[in-house]
Protein backbone atom coordinates (compact mmCIF):
# COMPACT_ATOMS: atom_id res chain seq x y z
CA UNK A 1 0.00 0.00 0.00
CA UNK A 2 1.08 3.39 -0.42
CA UNK A 3 3.62 4.26 2.54
CA UNK A 4 1.85 8.30 2.96
CA UNK A 5 3.74 9.86 5.62
CA UNK A 6 7.04 8.56 5.45
CA UNK A 7 10.18 10.24 4.08
CA UNK A 8 13.45 8.58 5.39
CA UNK A 9 17.43 9.91 3.80
CA UNK A 10 20.36 7.96 3.50
CA UNK A 11 21.76 9.97 5.62
CA UNK A 12 21.41 12.80 8.26
CA UNK A 13 23.74 15.62 7.95
CA UNK A 14 25.78 17.16 11.07
CA UNK A 15 24.21 20.07 10.51
CA UNK A 16 20.59 18.83 10.76
CA UNK A 17 18.04 20.04 8.11
CA UNK A 18 14.74 21.79 10.50
CA UNK A 19 12.36 18.91 9.09
CA UNK A 20 12.18 15.74 6.86
CA UNK A 21 10.07 16.39 3.93
CA UNK A 22 6.28 14.87 4.16
CA UNK A 23 4.69 15.84 1.15
CA UNK A 24 2.13 14.54 -1.94
CA UNK A 25 4.68 14.05 -3.85
CA UNK A 26 6.14 11.62 -1.77
CA UNK A 27 2.86 10.26 -1.13
CA UNK A 28 2.34 9.48 -4.49
CA UNK A 29 5.72 8.52 -5.04
CA UNK A 30 5.18 5.29 -2.56
CA UNK A 31 1.56 4.40 -4.18
CA UNK A 32 2.59 0.84 -4.51
CA UNK A 33 1.36 -2.74 -3.37
CA UNK A 34 2.86 -6.11 -4.39
CA UNK A 35 0.94 -9.30 -4.74
CA UNK A 36 1.24 -12.48 -3.58
CA UNK A 37 2.92 -15.84 -4.46
CA UNK A 38 1.74 -19.81 -3.40
CA UNK A 39 3.31 -22.83 -3.45
CA UNK A 40 3.10 -23.69 -7.02
CA UNK A 41 3.83 -19.76 -7.67
CA UNK A 42 7.26 -20.40 -5.82
CA UNK A 43 7.79 -23.39 -7.79
CA UNK A 44 7.54 -21.03 -11.12
CA UNK A 45 9.35 -18.25 -9.58
CA UNK A 46 12.54 -20.40 -8.44
CA UNK A 47 12.58 -20.78 -12.79
CA UNK A 48 12.75 -16.74 -12.89
CA UNK A 49 16.64 -16.60 -11.61
CA UNK A 50 18.72 -14.71 -9.58
CA UNK A 51 16.63 -11.96 -9.67
CA UNK A 52 13.69 -13.96 -8.00
CA UNK A 53 15.49 -15.48 -5.79
CA UNK A 54 17.91 -12.37 -4.81
CA UNK A 55 14.38 -10.00 -3.41
CA UNK A 56 12.36 -13.34 -2.47
CA UNK A 57 14.75 -14.71 -0.34
CA UNK A 58 16.29 -12.00 0.96
CA UNK A 59 13.81 -11.86 4.03
CA UNK A 60 13.18 -15.89 4.42
CA UNK A 61 17.12 -15.99 4.67
CA UNK A 62 17.40 -13.11 7.29
CA UNK A 63 14.63 -13.99 9.51
CA UNK A 64 16.32 -17.83 9.69
CA UNK A 65 19.47 -16.09 10.69
CA UNK A 66 17.33 -14.07 13.21
CA UNK A 67 15.70 -17.08 14.64
CA UNK A 68 19.55 -18.74 15.09
CA UNK A 69 20.49 -15.71 17.02
CA UNK A 70 20.50 -14.86 20.50
CA UNK A 71 17.57 -13.34 22.03
CA UNK A 72 16.90 -12.80 25.86
CA UNK A 73 13.41 -14.37 26.74
CA UNK A 74 11.64 -12.63 29.39
CA UNK A 75 10.31 -14.48 32.94
CA UNK A 76 6.73 -15.44 33.45
CA UNK A 77 4.78 -12.24 34.04
CA UNK A 78 6.31 -10.01 31.44
CA UNK A 79 3.95 -9.13 28.74
CA UNK A 80 4.06 -6.84 25.94
CA UNK A 81 2.91 -2.96 26.50
CA UNK A 82 3.73 -1.99 23.24
CA UNK A 83 5.09 -3.51 19.86
CA UNK A 84 5.97 -2.88 16.13
CA UNK A 85 6.48 -5.20 13.34
CA UNK A 86 9.88 -4.67 12.00
CA UNK A 87 10.52 -5.19 8.25
CA UNK A 88 13.73 -5.38 5.71
CA UNK A 89 14.97 -2.39 4.37
CA UNK A 90 15.28 -3.05 0.67
CA UNK A 91 18.76 -3.70 -0.54
CA UNK A 92 18.80 -3.23 -3.59
CA UNK A 93 20.84 -0.69 -6.30
CA UNK A 94 19.45 2.76 -6.82
CA UNK A 95 16.41 2.47 -4.35
CA UNK A 96 14.35 6.33 -4.51
CA UNK A 97 15.12 7.77 -0.99
CA UNK A 98 12.06 7.14 0.73
CA UNK A 99 12.73 3.31 0.34
CA UNK A 100 15.90 4.05 2.02
CA UNK A 101 16.31 4.32 6.10
CA UNK A 102 18.83 7.34 7.69
CA UNK A 103 22.22 7.09 8.73
CA UNK A 104 21.86 7.72 12.29
CA UNK A 105 25.38 7.41 13.44
CA UNK A 106 26.66 9.61 16.10
CA UNK A 107 23.17 11.28 16.65
CA UNK A 108 20.32 10.60 19.08
CA UNK A 109 17.12 9.07 17.69
CA UNK A 110 14.08 9.99 20.35
CA UNK A 111 10.80 7.97 19.28
CA UNK A 112 7.75 8.24 20.73
CA UNK A 113 5.63 5.53 21.29
CA UNK A 114 1.99 5.06 23.50
CA UNK A 115 1.38 2.88 25.66
CA UNK A 116 -2.27 1.64 27.11
CA UNK A 117 -1.36 -0.02 30.59
CA UNK A 118 0.38 0.90 33.46
CA UNK A 119 3.33 -0.86 35.50
CA UNK A 120 6.04 -0.45 37.68
CA UNK A 121 8.91 -2.33 35.59
CA UNK A 122 9.56 -2.34 32.19
CA UNK A 123 11.92 -3.77 29.49
CA UNK A 124 12.66 -2.32 25.85
CA UNK A 125 13.87 -4.94 22.95
CA UNK A 126 15.79 -3.37 20.23
CA UNK A 127 16.45 -5.68 17.26
CA UNK A 128 18.56 -5.77 14.42
CA UNK A 129 16.26 -8.57 13.19
CA UNK A 130 17.42 -8.20 9.46
CA UNK A 131 20.66 -6.36 9.57
CA UNK A 132 23.91 -7.72 7.57
CA UNK A 133 26.10 -5.70 10.20
CA UNK A 134 26.27 -5.13 13.86
CA UNK A 135 24.42 -2.21 15.55
CA UNK A 136 26.00 -0.39 18.24
CA UNK A 137 24.05 1.73 20.57
CA UNK A 138 26.23 4.07 23.35
CA UNK A 139 22.83 4.69 25.78
CA UNK A 140 19.19 4.50 25.90
CA UNK A 141 16.78 5.90 28.22
CA UNK A 142 12.86 6.00 29.03
CA UNK A 143 10.98 8.51 29.93
CA UNK A 144 7.13 10.25 29.68
CA UNK A 145 7.13 12.12 26.15
CA UNK A 146 5.81 15.71 26.48
CA UNK A 147 4.97 18.08 23.46
CA UNK A 148 7.12 17.46 20.41
CA UNK A 149 10.24 16.36 21.47
CA UNK A 150 10.85 17.13 25.06
CA UNK A 151 10.18 15.06 28.06
CA UNK A 152 7.37 15.28 30.39
CA UNK A 153 9.54 13.93 33.30
CA UNK A 154 13.21 12.87 34.23
CA UNK A 155 14.81 10.46 31.55
CA UNK A 156 15.91 6.73 32.81
CA UNK A 157 18.92 5.83 31.91
CA UNK A 158 18.33 2.30 30.66
CA UNK A 159 21.32 -0.77 30.75
CA UNK A 160 21.86 -4.47 28.92
CA UNK A 161 23.55 -6.75 31.27
CA UNK A 162 24.78 -3.51 33.73
CA UNK A 163 25.90 -1.53 30.62
CA UNK A 164 24.67 1.18 29.38
CA UNK A 165 26.32 0.70 26.12
CA UNK A 166 25.25 -2.88 23.59
CA UNK A 167 26.33 -4.01 20.13
CA UNK A 168 24.03 -6.44 18.21
CA UNK A 169 24.88 -8.77 16.06
CA UNK A 170 22.83 -9.29 12.43
CA UNK A 171 19.58 -10.85 13.11
CA UNK A 172 19.98 -10.39 17.35
CA UNK A 173 17.34 -8.99 19.59
CA UNK A 174 18.20 -8.12 23.01
CA UNK A 175 16.16 -6.49 26.55
CA UNK A 176 17.54 -4.08 28.11
CA UNK A 177 17.64 -5.34 31.84
CA UNK A 178 14.28 -4.23 34.36
CA UNK A 179 13.84 -0.31 35.09
CA UNK A 180 11.80 -0.14 37.69
CA UNK A 181 9.72 3.08 37.24
CA UNK A 182 5.97 3.54 38.12
CA UNK A 183 4.53 4.19 34.18
CA UNK A 184 0.98 5.54 33.18
CA UNK A 185 -0.92 4.74 30.27
CA UNK A 186 0.10 7.92 27.76
CA UNK A 187 3.19 8.65 25.56
CA UNK A 188 6.50 7.68 25.97
CA UNK A 189 9.97 8.58 24.45
CA UNK A 190 12.51 6.15 23.77
CA UNK A 191 16.07 8.26 22.92
CA UNK A 192 18.79 6.04 21.70
CA UNK A 193 22.32 7.63 21.29
CA UNK A 194 23.85 5.64 17.89
CA UNK A 195 27.42 4.83 17.66
CA UNK A 196 29.47 7.01 15.38
CA UNK A 197 29.99 3.96 12.97
CA UNK A 198 26.95 2.55 13.38
CA UNK A 199 25.58 2.65 9.41
CA UNK A 200 22.15 2.90 8.10
CA UNK A 201 20.00 0.31 9.41
CA UNK A 202 18.37 -2.43 7.47
CA UNK A 203 15.62 -2.96 9.85
CA UNK A 204 12.37 -0.84 10.25
CA UNK A 205 9.21 -0.12 10.27
CA UNK A 206 8.53 2.19 7.95
CA UNK A 207 5.00 3.70 8.59
CA UNK A 208 4.95 4.68 12.21
CA UNK A 209 2.32 7.71 11.10
CA UNK A 210 4.53 9.40 14.43
CA UNK A 211 7.52 11.61 14.26
CA UNK A 212 10.89 11.06 15.72
CA UNK A 213 13.33 13.70 16.50
CA UNK A 214 17.12 13.74 15.92
CA UNK A 215 19.77 15.54 17.64
CA UNK A 216 23.71 15.12 17.21
CA UNK A 217 25.61 13.55 19.87
CA UNK A 218 24.38 12.04 22.88
CA UNK A 219 21.26 13.72 24.02
CA UNK A 220 19.52 10.73 25.76
CA UNK A 221 19.45 12.56 29.42
CA UNK A 222 18.41 15.76 27.82
CA UNK A 223 14.60 16.64 28.85
CA UNK A 224 14.43 19.85 26.67
CA UNK A 225 13.42 19.46 22.84
CA UNK A 226 15.56 22.63 21.74
CA UNK A 227 18.84 19.89 20.32
CA UNK A 228 16.42 17.94 18.40
CA UNK A 229 15.21 18.33 14.72
CA UNK A 230 12.06 16.83 13.16
CA UNK A 231 13.52 13.27 12.03
CA UNK A 232 11.99 10.42 10.02
CA UNK A 233 7.94 9.03 10.52
CA UNK A 234 9.54 4.91 10.86
CA UNK A 235 10.76 3.02 13.94
CA UNK A 236 14.15 1.79 13.79
CA UNK A 237 16.43 -0.43 16.43
CA UNK A 238 12.95 -0.76 18.63
CA UNK A 239 10.35 -3.58 18.49
CA UNK A 240 8.43 -3.98 21.96
CA UNK A 241 8.57 -2.80 25.47
CA UNK A 242 7.63 -4.99 28.04
CA UNK A 243 5.70 -4.80 30.69
CA UNK A 244 5.47 -6.92 34.59
CA UNK A 245 2.04 -7.66 34.55
CA UNK A 246 1.51 -10.14 37.54
CA UNK A 247 -1.03 -11.53 36.54
CA UNK A 248 -0.49 -11.38 33.46
CA UNK A 249 -3.88 -9.96 31.49
CA UNK A 250 -2.96 -10.94 28.64
CA UNK A 251 -2.16 -9.24 25.21
CA UNK A 252 -4.41 -8.71 21.72
CA UNK A 253 -2.43 -8.60 18.95
CA UNK A 254 -3.46 -7.09 15.24
CA UNK A 255 -2.07 -7.85 12.63
CA UNK A 256 -2.42 -7.26 9.07
CA UNK A 257 -1.18 -4.28 6.13
CA UNK A 258 -1.69 -1.03 6.12
CA UNK A 259 -5.60 -1.14 7.34
CA UNK A 260 -4.00 -1.97 10.79
CA UNK A 261 -1.26 -0.39 10.29
CA UNK A 262 -3.27 2.89 10.01
CA UNK A 263 -2.20 4.07 6.64
CA UNK A 264 -3.51 7.80 5.91
CA UNK A 265 -4.40 8.27 9.66
CA UNK A 266 -3.55 11.60 10.99
CA UNK A 267 -0.33 12.03 11.98
CA UNK A 268 0.89 11.84 16.08
CA UNK A 269 -2.88 11.35 17.09
CA UNK A 270 -2.77 7.07 17.48
CA UNK A 271 -6.07 6.89 15.70
CA UNK A 272 -5.51 4.08 13.88
CA UNK A 273 -8.24 1.31 14.84
CA UNK A 274 -5.67 -1.06 16.66
CA UNK A 275 -5.44 2.74 19.05
CA UNK A 276 -9.17 3.44 19.26
CA UNK A 277 -9.72 -0.84 20.27
CA UNK A 278 -7.01 -0.35 23.01
CA UNK A 279 -9.10 3.01 24.74
CA UNK A 280 -12.15 0.67 24.74
CA UNK A 281 -10.26 -2.08 26.37
CA UNK A 282 -8.70 0.10 28.97
CA UNK A 283 -12.03 1.87 29.41
CA UNK A 284 -14.43 -1.38 29.92
CA UNK A 285 -13.35 -3.27 33.42
CA UNK A 286 -13.96 -6.43 31.95
CA UNK A 287 -10.83 -6.37 29.66
CA UNK A 288 -8.74 -2.76 31.41
CA UNK A 289 -5.50 -4.17 31.77
CA UNK A 290 -5.06 -5.97 28.56
CA UNK A 291 -2.47 -4.62 26.14
CA UNK A 292 -3.84 -3.98 22.54
CA UNK A 293 -0.12 -4.46 20.24
CA UNK A 294 -0.52 -3.39 15.89
CA UNK A 295 1.67 -5.80 13.94
CA UNK A 296 0.55 -4.17 10.89
CA UNK A 297 2.82 -3.59 8.03
CA UNK A 298 1.91 -1.50 4.86
CA UNK A 299 1.69 -3.11 1.94
CA UNK A 300 2.25 -6.19 3.21
CA UNK A 301 0.60 -9.90 1.96
CA UNK A 302 -1.06 -12.74 3.37
CA UNK A 303 0.91 -15.48 0.78
CA UNK A 304 4.51 -13.79 -0.34
CA UNK A 305 7.20 -11.60 0.42
CA UNK A 306 8.26 -8.43 -1.02
CA UNK A 307 11.23 -6.45 -0.95
CA UNK A 308 9.32 -3.16 0.85
CA UNK A 309 6.69 -4.53 2.36
CA UNK A 310 8.27 -7.27 4.89
CA UNK A 311 7.90 -10.87 4.66
CA UNK A 312 4.45 -12.61 4.07
CA UNK A 313 1.94 -12.46 7.26
CA UNK A 314 2.11 -16.83 7.06
CA UNK A 315 5.85 -16.47 6.92
CA UNK A 316 6.12 -13.61 10.14
CA UNK A 317 2.90 -14.96 11.83
CA UNK A 318 5.55 -16.80 14.80
CA UNK A 319 7.49 -14.17 15.54
CA UNK A 320 5.03 -10.99 15.49
CA UNK A 321 2.05 -12.61 16.93
CA UNK A 322 2.14 -16.82 18.66
CA UNK A 323 5.37 -15.95 20.37
CA UNK A 324 4.65 -11.88 21.31
CA UNK A 325 4.91 -12.22 24.60
CA UNK A 326 1.53 -12.33 26.39
CA UNK A 327 -0.05 -13.04 23.41
CA UNK A 328 -3.63 -14.59 23.71
CA UNK A 329 -5.98 -13.23 20.83
CA UNK A 330 -4.87 -12.59 17.72
CA UNK A 331 -7.67 -10.22 15.07
CA UNK A 332 -6.17 -10.93 11.56
CA UNK A 333 -7.28 -8.56 8.78
CA UNK A 334 -5.02 -8.76 5.40
CA UNK A 335 -5.57 -10.09 2.07
CA UNK A 336 -6.59 -7.00 -0.02
CA UNK A 337 -3.47 -6.22 -1.20
CA UNK A 338 -3.04 -10.09 -2.53
CA UNK A 339 -5.84 -9.52 -4.49
CA UNK A 340 -5.78 -5.79 -5.52
CA UNK A 341 -2.30 -5.30 -7.21
CA UNK A 342 -1.97 -8.53 -9.19
CA UNK A 343 -2.33 -6.85 -12.25
CA UNK A 344 0.19 -4.64 -11.49
CA UNK A 345 2.82 -4.19 -13.77
CA UNK A 346 6.51 -5.15 -13.47
CA UNK A 347 8.74 -2.17 -12.65
CA UNK A 348 12.27 -1.20 -13.28
CA UNK A 349 14.66 -1.17 -10.64
CA UNK A 350 13.29 -1.38 -7.54
CA UNK A 351 9.70 -3.76 -8.06
CA UNK A 352 7.70 -3.61 -4.52
CA UNK A 353 5.29 -5.35 -6.43
CA UNK A 354 7.20 -8.93 -7.12
CA UNK A 355 6.32 -11.06 -7.94
CA UNK A 356 3.61 -10.38 -10.04
CA UNK A 357 1.10 -13.42 -9.44
CA UNK A 358 -2.44 -14.18 -9.73
CA UNK A 359 -4.44 -14.82 -6.57
CA UNK A 360 -7.94 -16.94 -5.70
CA UNK A 361 -10.13 -16.73 -3.22
CA UNK A 362 -8.94 -20.35 -2.49
CA UNK A 363 -5.41 -19.20 -2.18
CA UNK A 364 -6.41 -17.03 0.35
CA UNK A 365 -8.43 -19.08 2.79
CA UNK A 366 -5.99 -21.87 2.19
CA UNK A 367 -3.65 -19.34 4.04
CA UNK A 368 -6.02 -18.37 6.79
CA UNK A 369 -7.04 -22.23 7.04
CA UNK A 370 -3.05 -22.53 8.05
CA UNK A 371 -3.01 -19.29 10.46
CA UNK A 372 -5.87 -20.66 12.25
CA UNK A 373 -4.28 -24.49 12.78
CA UNK A 374 -1.18 -22.91 13.75
CA UNK A 375 -2.75 -20.34 16.22
CA UNK A 376 -5.17 -23.29 18.25
CA UNK A 377 -2.07 -25.17 17.89
CA UNK A 378 -0.03 -22.72 20.58
CA UNK A 379 -3.17 -22.59 22.50
CA UNK A 380 -4.21 -18.82 21.29
CA UNK A 381 -7.90 -17.26 19.88
CA UNK A 382 -7.99 -15.79 16.47
CA UNK A 383 -10.70 -13.77 14.84
CA UNK A 384 -10.93 -13.16 11.20
CA UNK A 385 -11.70 -9.50 10.09
CA UNK A 386 -13.50 -9.49 6.64
CA UNK A 387 -11.92 -7.60 3.72
CA UNK A 388 -12.96 -3.67 3.33
CA UNK A 389 -13.93 -2.15 0.24
CA UNK A 390 -11.71 -1.05 -1.81
CA UNK A 391 -13.44 0.15 -5.07
CA UNK A 392 -11.70 -3.40 -7.30
CA UNK A 393 -12.94 -3.75 -10.64
CA UNK A 394 -15.35 -6.48 -10.89
CA UNK A 395 -13.16 -9.86 -11.31
CA UNK A 396 -11.04 -9.06 -8.03
CA UNK A 397 -13.99 -7.67 -6.10
CA UNK A 398 -15.41 -11.62 -6.58
CA UNK A 399 -12.71 -12.21 -4.81
CA UNK A 400 -13.19 -10.18 -1.82
CA UNK A 401 -17.08 -11.28 -1.76
CA UNK A 402 -16.08 -14.89 -1.61
CA UNK A 403 -13.68 -14.31 1.02
CA UNK A 404 -15.92 -12.66 3.02
CA UNK A 405 -18.80 -15.01 2.61
CA UNK A 406 -16.63 -17.92 3.84
CA UNK A 407 -15.10 -16.13 6.89
CA UNK A 408 -19.13 -15.12 7.76
CA UNK A 409 -20.10 -18.21 6.94
CA UNK A 410 -17.71 -21.18 7.42
CA UNK A 411 -15.90 -22.62 11.03
CA UNK A 412 -12.15 -22.50 11.71
CA UNK A 413 -11.95 -18.74 13.31
CA UNK A 414 -13.10 -18.09 17.27
CA UNK A 415 -15.11 -14.80 16.11
CA UNK A 416 -15.25 -12.68 12.91
CA UNK A 417 -15.24 -8.74 12.95
CA UNK A 418 -17.24 -7.56 9.89
CA UNK A 419 -15.66 -4.45 9.29
CA UNK A 420 -16.94 -4.63 5.68
CA UNK A 421 -20.44 -4.08 6.86
CA UNK A 422 -19.16 -1.32 8.97
CA UNK A 423 -17.34 0.52 6.67
CA UNK A 424 -19.24 -0.20 2.96
CA UNK A 425 -21.71 2.07 0.97
CA UNK A 426 -25.17 1.08 1.43
CA UNK A 427 -26.05 1.90 -1.80
CA UNK A 428 -22.30 1.09 -3.45
CA UNK A 429 -21.50 -2.17 -1.44
CA UNK A 430 -17.83 -2.34 -3.18
CA UNK A 431 -16.94 1.40 -2.42
CA UNK A 432 -16.18 2.74 1.41
CA UNK A 433 -19.09 5.47 3.00
CA UNK A 434 -17.98 8.81 1.75
CA UNK A 435 -17.26 9.48 5.45
CA UNK A 436 -15.28 6.61 6.14
CA UNK A 437 -12.90 7.07 3.29
CA UNK A 438 -9.58 8.85 3.83
CA UNK A 439 -9.36 10.45 -0.08
CA UNK A 440 -8.04 7.41 -1.59
CA UNK A 441 -11.27 4.78 -1.67
CA UNK A 442 -8.75 1.71 0.04
CA UNK A 443 -8.11 3.36 3.00
CA UNK A 444 -10.36 4.40 5.93
CA UNK A 445 -10.45 8.34 7.20
CA UNK A 446 -10.09 8.36 11.25
CA UNK A 447 -13.84 8.54 11.75
CA UNK A 448 -13.69 5.14 9.59
CA UNK A 449 -10.48 3.59 11.87
CA UNK A 450 -12.64 4.39 14.87
CA UNK A 451 -15.87 2.74 13.49
CA UNK A 452 -14.00 -0.69 13.36
CA UNK A 453 -12.59 -0.18 16.57
CA UNK A 454 -16.10 0.17 17.78
CA UNK A 455 -17.62 -2.81 15.73
CA UNK A 456 -15.46 -5.33 17.44
CA UNK A 457 -17.18 -7.51 19.97
CA UNK A 458 -15.20 -6.71 23.51
CA UNK A 459 -16.83 -10.25 24.65
CA UNK A 460 -14.24 -11.65 22.55
CA UNK A 461 -11.54 -10.66 25.05
CA UNK A 462 -13.59 -10.89 28.55
CA UNK A 463 -12.19 -14.02 29.78
Not at 38 to 61: E, N, S, V, Y
Not at 71 to 77: E, I, K, S, V
Not at 305 to 327: K, V
Request: hydrophobic residues 45%; positive net charge; charged residues 20%.
Amino acid sequence: MPFSFTSSMRSVPLALPSAFPIDDATIRANDAIASHATRTDRCRLARLGRRAALILGLAAAVSQGAQAAQQATPTDGWQTAWATALQPVPRVAHAPSYNLAPALGGRTLRQVIRVQVAGAQWRLRLSNRYGDRPVSIDAASLAPAGRGAALAGAPLALTFGGARSISLAPGESRLSDPLTTPLRPGPLAISLAIDDKTAAPNTWHKLASQLSYVSSDDKTMDRDAAPFKVGPTSWLFIDALLVDARPPAGVIVAIGDSITDGMRSTLNANARWPDRLAERIEADPATAGRAVVNQGISGNRLLSNSACYGESLTSRFDHDALTLPGSRDIIVLIGINDINFQAMPPRAGLDCDFPHTAVSAADLIAGYRRLIERAHHAGKRIFGATLTPASLPADREAIRLAVNHWMREAPGFDGVVDFDRVLRDPAHPAALQRHYDSGDHIHPSDAGYRAMAEAIPLRFFSN
